[in-house]
């Protein structure tokens, strides 16, 4: 929505690969785990393990301490530490990119927490020179109670970092790096104490680009009524999801529409879009329960709805025949001046989903304009209409095809020809 606005863009994939979760994962594996199984398993056995860890750690808490010192022993350089972390690092992404393709998603910089690492100590040192760090048993913190915040944790009492450290860190790099006029932090709503702690604390270092930092929350996001967690193992893959839902549309078409060509594709656009829509069709920092029956109602607010109905404008363009001259005279029935009415208001959406750094703006769009559409089409023959009338009327199908081609790119789904 950026990028269509104007902006250049710089995707950020910040991945949370440095921290205590790999001192807990450190500990799983050579407590319960091996190698063979991590290599069989990959991200399955790994998020197996790491619930196993959270199991024996209600029975033996040491086990909590066992992990920060494998943390610990990370950040201080020990080979077999920093080995493990590395091997479960390209696990994970591995996997991960293997969904990022299968949603075609790019990102311009893959710099994590662990980017940061060598940054850590400047943080500190700044922060001690600026007279903003206290002691506080045995931990470094800025204090934030004139702001009706808790204090800002910098270092823990075994002198290890934390996030707010290294996001400290990440802030002053990129805006040495891309001198950027905003910078947008995309994580759920569980996280807005601590940008609003470290956005705090970047102000208080003196950076007048601190009012430039922007969170951009989300609410939770459940499946048939679960809540999801790593720790509890209540998990479900994303690429597991994607996969079910291709099967569950292959289903569908084979049931109504078995002829159709290209059908391996046409299921995974569908599938996929399905749950993207599904993720986007509300406010986003609402909590989103997904539910099958719901993603996939071709009758309902859903993807695979709005698909078709861009499929529809096509195959009447695909059957238009030869077409008449650009010089036209018309008048406008009801349903042809709704349709024009809502279609110039796209670039009028977009900016306003771009201030709100709100999708759902456009996918509310997308859904007005298809049901628009729809009445247009079921009441407005197009084919059997004659003269300017059903030129008219094929540019309004040209301008309705345009317009939500383009908006649905905008929110991350494909284009289908025919469903």
């Given amino acids: 929505i950026y990028a269509f606005s104007g902006y250049h863009c710089v995707g950020i994939n910040h991945l949370g690969d440095w921290g205590t979760q790999f001192g807990r994962l450190i500990v799983a594996y050579k407590g319960w785990g091996s190698k063979e199984d991590v290599e069989l398993g990959g991200v399955a056995e790994l998020s197996r393990i790491y619930k196993e860890f959270y199991i024996k750690a209600e029975e033996d808490p040491s086990l909590h301490?066992?992990?920060?010192?494998?943390?610990?022993?990370?950040?201080?350089?020990?080979?077999?530490?920093?080995?493990?972390?590395?091997?479960?690092?390209?696990?994970?992404?591995?996997?991960?990119?293997?969904?990022?393709?299968?949603?075609?998603?790019?990102?311009?910089?893959?710099?994590?927490?662990?980017?940061?690492?060598?940054?850590?100590?400047?943080?500190?040192?700044?922060?001690?020179?600026?007279?903003?760090?206290?002691?506080?048993?045995?931990?470094?913190?800025?204090?934030?109670?004139?702001?009706?915040?808790?204090?800002?944790?910098?270092?823990?009492?075994?002198?290890s970092t934390l996030y707010a450290t290294r996001d400290i860190a990440a802030a002053i790099y990129r805006y040495h790096t891309y001198g950027f006029d905003t910078s947008l932090y995309v994580t759920d709503a569980g996280q807005s104490l601590h940008f609003a702690q470290f956005f705090k604390v970047i102000e208080k270092m003196g950076y007048p680009w601190a009012s430039r930092l922007r969170h951009v929350p989300y609410g939770k996001i459940s499946v048939g009524g679960q809540k999801l967690a790593t720790r509890t193992g209540n998990v479900v893959l994303l690429s597991e999801l994607f996969d079910d839902a291709i099967k569950r549309v292959y289903a569908i078409i084979d049931a109504k529409n078995p002829q159709l060509a290209n059908k391996d594709e046409v299921a995974r656009k569908v599938g996929v879009g399905a749950v993207i829509f599904n993720q986007l069709s509300t406010g986003r920092i609402k909590d989103v329960n997904f539910v099958w029956e719901d993603a996939l109602n071709f009758d309902g607010n859903t993807g695979p709805y709005v698909q078709y109905t861009y499929a529809r404008s096509c195959s009447v363009l695909a059957k238009a025949g030869e077409r008449l001259s650009s010089s036209l005279s018309w008048s406008l029935s009801r349903e042809e001046k709704e349709l024009l009415n809502l279609l110039v208001l796209f670039p009028q959406k977009v900016e306003q989903a771009?201030?709100?750094?709100?999708?759902?703006?456009?996918?509310?769009?997308?859904?007005?304009?298809?049901?628009?559409?729809?009445?247009?089409?079921?009441?407005?023959?197009?084919?059997?209409?004659?003269?300017?009338?059903?030129?008219?009327?094929?540019?309004?199908?040209?301008?309705?095809?345009?317009?939500?081609?383009?908006?649905?790119?905008?929110?991350?789904?494909?284009?289908?020809?025919?469903?």
């Fill in 65 to 159: 301490d066992q992990a920060k010192a494998w943390f610990t022993a990370m950040e201080n350089g020990n080979r077999e530490a920093l080995e493990l972390w590395n091997w479960f690092k390209e696990i994970s992404l591995s996997e991960f990119k293997k969904t990022y393709d299968l949603l075609g998603i790019e990102f311009e910089s893959w710099a994590g927490e662990s980017f940061y690492n060598d940054q850590m100590q400047a943080v500190v040192d700044e922060l001690t020179e600026k007279r903003l760090l206290e002691k506080s048993d045995g931990a470094m913190l800025v204090n934030l109670e004139e702001d009706g915040m808790p204090p800002c944790l910098i270092l823990k009492n075994d002198g």
């Fill in 354 to 419: 771009k201030n709100e750094c709100e999708p759902s703006v456009i996918t509310r769009y997308i859904l007005d304009i298809c049901a628009c559409y729809n009445r247009f089409y079921h009441n407005c023959p197009i084919l059997k209409a004659e003269g300017d009338t059903k030129e008219l009327r094929l540019r309004l199908c040209e301008a309705f095809k345009a317009i939500a081609g383009r908006a649905l790119w905008l929110i991350g789904l494909e284009k289908t020809e025919a469903v």
